[in-house]
């Protein structure tokens, strides 16, 4: 084989390791992505079923229940405009509390409650992860038109 040929064939090899390490990076990053989703967008059916996401928004007020067992909690998560059931195994982080901002990190059963393997509480009272403050936001925003249209509507003002 002459030089030219062992140089063209290294470099092939080396370009197809490099393919190889680049596609199973690229793979591993893929399997361990989990986006957000709002309560709304999982009502919408937006978000991803039998695979791991993760959910936030807000705890609603007198939704919280502690099962028997006294490790497992139901509450629900809400964005103002649609609500989800969330049911964890485990210890909640001492900042959890109804009314609080909160994500959770899991799966959607068949039955329509997100079952959490995680659960992320606010870190002070100002703080809300900026894609459940932003969909809690829209959420109002939707509410306050559709209220207004309603009122519209009622009072034979609308077009």
Not at 10 to 33: D, E, K, P, R, T
Not at 45 to 51: D, L, M
Not at 63 to 81: H, K, N
């Amino acid at each position: 084989m002459k030089p030219r040929h062992k140089r063209l064939a290294l470099i092939v090899a080396g370009l197809a390791a490099l393919g190889g390490a680049a596609a199973f990076v690229l793979n591993a990053f893929q399997s361990n992505l989990v986006f957000f989703y709002s309560p709304s967008q999982v009502v919408a059916h937006e978000a991803p079923q039998g695979k791991p996401f993760r959910i936030g928004g807000l705890v609603q007020a007198g939704s919280l229940q502690r099962e028997s067992d006294g490790v497992t909690i139901r509450f629900a998560v809400t964005d103002t405009a649609s609500t989800i059931p969330v049911a964890y195994t485990g210890i909640l982080p001492d900042l959890f509390k109804e009314g609080k901002g909160v994500v959770a990190q899991g799966h959607l059963d068949a039955d329509g409650v997100f079952r959490a393997k995680e659960v992320l509480a606010k870190h002070d009272e100002n703080y809300m992860p900026p894609e459940a403050a932003e969909a809690v936001e829209r959420a109002h925003k939707a509410m306050q038109e559709s209220q207004k249209t309603l009122l519209e509507t009622d009072t034979g003002t609308g077009g």
